[in-house]
């Protein structure tokens, strides 16, 4: 089955409230507590994915956002923040929505740049029509062409990019670039900090290298970012955002530049399939549980590009199996080769597209549950109202012990 055939009905999927998973065992740390996440970074997460959250209320599915800062969705949480523009390339397959807005003291000084998703996802990742091209950094004058000189600092030997996620980049810097220069200039202390989810999360990691190349250094977080290119340009994103790209790690994880949220039933991290030649890159975050809404105990700090405790194991098998509570026989006659490491074939059980461990309802409901269901311009952003807000830092307790929150009791 090709995604081609179910994108026109995807909108009205997007919309449709589905029942939550059942409840799962988190993950448990290593014994050096390195996989911690801290309550600091939790409640910072929660807060980026109301951020990209209002992105859906920009593009044909939205009624937009206007001056100072106001929306049909959760723009009414944000009482500091300023409206600079927002941006929308069209319907097609490089399409690219999001806004450019200040956040003002007392909350915290920022430039944010938040790249809408797409109801089209299935198409954008997974037409078998798209095919890799050559990643050419941009230098940070355009006044220059990007350059292929493997001697520059900024070169990326060998490296090869989706040429959708490529497209809706190069489709969306002009829109931007004139109003971020002049906020940088204007405000020259706030912290550029950039969010993505789903065909966002790519385009805002494309986006970032960009703004690296420039000396901005932002900060990025992207929720279900689908994997963007091969392995060369995975050690590139590593390296740029010096995120750890093995199984050793040095330093705060909490404080890296970049963060790459997971979920367990979210199969997008997964796509394109690897047998694409297709990688992911370090700095995830892995979230154990099913349903809404998780507890910091349920978020993990992974180790390397493919940590198999976290996303990389759903597909990989045993330790995935493990951590996933999947069956393990089942998974190692869904790989075909009969130990369960990854040999999927791109075929029609379930659907062609899909690590066959995954259904087509996740990807149109998992894929958007990171901290609340995303991509829903309606007021409060969650028509079921499943729970209560988020505590916040001043309550660390009741964010280290969310479980008055968590439904599936």
């Known amino acids: 089955m090709r995604f081609g055939h179910i994108t026109s009905v995807l909108p009205c999927l997007a919309t449709t409230v589905s029942s939550l998973p059942a409840s799962q065992t988190p993950l448990l740390r290593d014994h050096h507590g390195s996989r911690a996440v801290s309550v600091k970074l939790f409640a910072e997460l929660e807060e980026l994915a109301r951020v990209v959250d209002i992105s859906y209320c920009v593009g044909l599915t939205g009624l937009g956002i206007s001056k100072p800062f106001q929306c049909l969705s959760r723009c009414s949480d944000f009482e500091d923040f300023e409206l600079v523009k927002t941006w929308n390339t069209g319907p097609l397959l490089s399409d690219s929505c999001g806004y450019v807005a200040l956040s003002h003291p007392p909350s915290a000084p920022r430039i944010i740049v938040a790249f809408r998703g797409t109801y089209s996802i299935a198409n954008t990742i ?3 029509s798209t095919v890799p091209q050559q990643y050419v950094p941009y230098p940070g004058n355009d006044d220059q062409p990007p350059t292929s000189d493997t001697s520059s600092p900024d070169a990326c030997a060998n490296c090869t990019v989706h040429s959708g996620f490529l497209s809706s980049w190069r489709n969306t810097r002009s829109h931007i670039l004139p109003s971020l220069e002049a906020a940088i200039t204007s405000y020259p202390t706030y912290q550029l900090t950039v969010v993505g989810h789903s065909l966002g999360g790519a385009v805002a990691a494309l986006a970032s290298l ?3 190349a420039r000396g ?3 900060r990025v977080t992207t929720f279900g970012e689908p994997r963007i290119g091969n392995a060369a340009l995975m050690t590139y994103i590593d390296q740029r955002f010096q995120t750890p790209n093995n199984a050793t790690s040095s330093g705060d994880l909490n404080e890296m530049a970049y963060h790459r949220v997971t ?6 991290p997964l796509l394109p399939l690897k ?3 297709y990688r992911m890159h370090g700095g995830e975050i892995f979230i154990s549980k099913p349903g809404l809404p998780p507890s910091v105990a349920d978020l993990q700090h992974c180790l390397g590009d493919a940590d198999p405790a976290c996303i990389a194991g759903v597909e990989e098998g045993p330790s995935g199996d493990i951590a996933t509570g999947r069956n393990p026989e089942n998974e190692k006659e869904a790989s075909g080769d009969g130990n369960g490491y990854g040999q999927h ?3 029609d059980k379930g659907v062609g597209t899909l690590p066959p461990q995954y259904k087509l309802w996740q990807l149109f409901f998992a894929h958007r549950d990171y901290f609340w269901r995303l991509g829903l311009c309606v007021p409060g952003g969650d028509p079921r109202n499943w729970y209560t807000k988020y505590p916040h830092l001043e309550d660390p307790d009741r964010i280290q012990n969310n479980h008055h929150y968590d439904n599936d009791e």
Do not use: C, I, K, N
């Open 210 to 212: 960009d703004f690296h």
């Open 263 to 268: 979920h367990v039933d979210d199969p997008v």
């Open 126 to 128: 997974a037409d078998l």
């Open 275 to 277: 047998q694409w030649g």
């Open 345 to 347: 074939e791109v075929t």
């Open 216 to 218: 901005w250094s932002p």
